[in-house]
């Protein structure tokens, strides 16, 4: 029985036990995908302790970055990005459990992005600055596409800006537009982002890590200035098979 699982908090917006469980049955394997919704990181060991079979694990908001003291390992681009979503877990020659980190989140979202990117798109904002926009960050700049962090709270010096100063010059400087915040995520579908929508044009492309609600107004207001939108579920789709095969050591 191959047993898995998602930590965060909370977790009822999550589609992934339905989209893992579809795939044990397209591959024929024995399975099960669970949700573990922990109120804090530090309970990660007992939950460990009471699911002696899990293989892995998949991390979301609020864990990505908390999550990296209780691992004893860490891919690179994990190392590089700071942040992980995918754990996988291990057992030595006498039961010791082993923890490695992963980040599928980066590739999840660039090759969606990919077919999309256009002359224009040098610069891009991320909005937010969690673990997500963290893997959003590094899959740009390895497309050499300079990134702008959007945090409610800049602290000074660090390079990243206030939604105040989104202004209509960053937004016609910036044809890439990332929500990497829960802003709009169900239920709720009537929250966006701040910035003025109106400054939006054809040439940029906005992309909402969020899949539920499948059109957040985030989306819907981009795409009425004629914008090109994306939602996340394609990239909760092609992280999780990465996962898949981090976890079945394909």
């Known amino acids: 029985m191959v047993e898995l699982g998602l930590i965060g908090y909370p ?3 999550s589609f992934s036990p339905r989209y893992f469980e579809h795939k044990f049955r397209l591959e024929g394997v024995e399975g ?3 949700l573990y919704p ?5 309970l990660l060991p007992d939950l460990l302790d009471r699911h002696p079979g899990l293989l892995g694990l998949n991390v979301t908001i609020p864990y990505k970055e908390q999550v990296l003291p209780y691992l004893d390992h860490l891919s690179d681009d ?4 700071g942040a992980v979503n995918v754990i996988k877990i291990g057992h030595t020659a006498d039961g010791t459990r082993i923890l ?3 980040n599928t989140d980066w590739q999840g979202f ?6 999309l990117l256009h002359g224009d798109c040098r610069r891009s904002l991320v909005l937010g600055t969690g673990g997500a926009s963290k893997g959003v960050c590094y899959a740009l700049q390895t497309q050499g596409i300079a990134t702008t962090l959007v945090s409610r709270r800049p602290a000074p010096g660090s390079g990243m800006i206030g939604y105040d100063q989104i202004t209509r010059e960053v937004i016609e400087d910036h044809k890439i537009i990332v929500n990497a915040t829960p802003r709009g995520m169900f239920p709720n579908v009537d929250d966006a982002p701040d910035l003025d929508y109106g400054y939006i044009t054809p040439r940029h492309i906005c992309y909402d890590l969020i899949y539920n609600p499948e059109e957040t107004q985030f989306m819907r207001r981009s795409r009425r200035q004629g914008a090109v939108v994306k939602n996340g579920l394609e990239m909760l789709h092609r992280q999780a098979d990465i996962a898949y095969d981090i976890w079945m050591q394909r």
Do not use: E, F, M, V
């Open 100 to 102: 490695s980190g992963h």
């Open 110 to 115: 660039l090759q969606p992005l990919l077919p």
């Open 38 to 42: 922990i109120s804090d990181i530090s």
């Open 32 to 34: 099960r995908y669970d």
């Open 11 to 13: 977790l009822g917006h």
């Open 78 to 81: 994990a190392r590089a990005i």
